[in-house]
């Protein structure tokens, strides 16, 4: 997850060791989750939090996901096969 602004580094975290219960929220293309910076503690931006918000309603029992595609990034990663019409056809 990253929030890439013009002028800033670019920092991303890799849960793949090491993370929290968000590393278990899926991919999707029309997802129910968006991502923000959170400053916590300090208002360096190099210590920041990633903070998940509903982007709408979401049911009791509803998964919870979000999309790992950085718009700024070109495509690469893994093929998506989610099938909605605003899939891009790869998740990164």
Avoid: W
Wanted: hydrophobic share 30%; with cysteine; aromatic share 12%.
């Amino acid at each position: 997850m990253s929030r890439l602004i013009e002028g800033q580094a670019r920092y991303f975290i890799d849960a793949s060791k090491y993370g929290n219960v968000s590393r278990f929220i899926n991919h999707s293309c029309s997802p129910n989750l968006v991502n923000h910076q959170v400053l916590v503690d300090s208002m360096d931006c190099h210590r920041a939090h990633i903070g998940l918000y509903a982007s709408q309603d979401i049911s009791v029992g509803e998964e919870l996901t979000f999309d790992y595609r950085y718009e700024l990034l070109p495509a690469q990663g893994y093929p998506c096969q989610y099938g909605v019409s605003t899939c891009r056809g790869r998740l990164y």
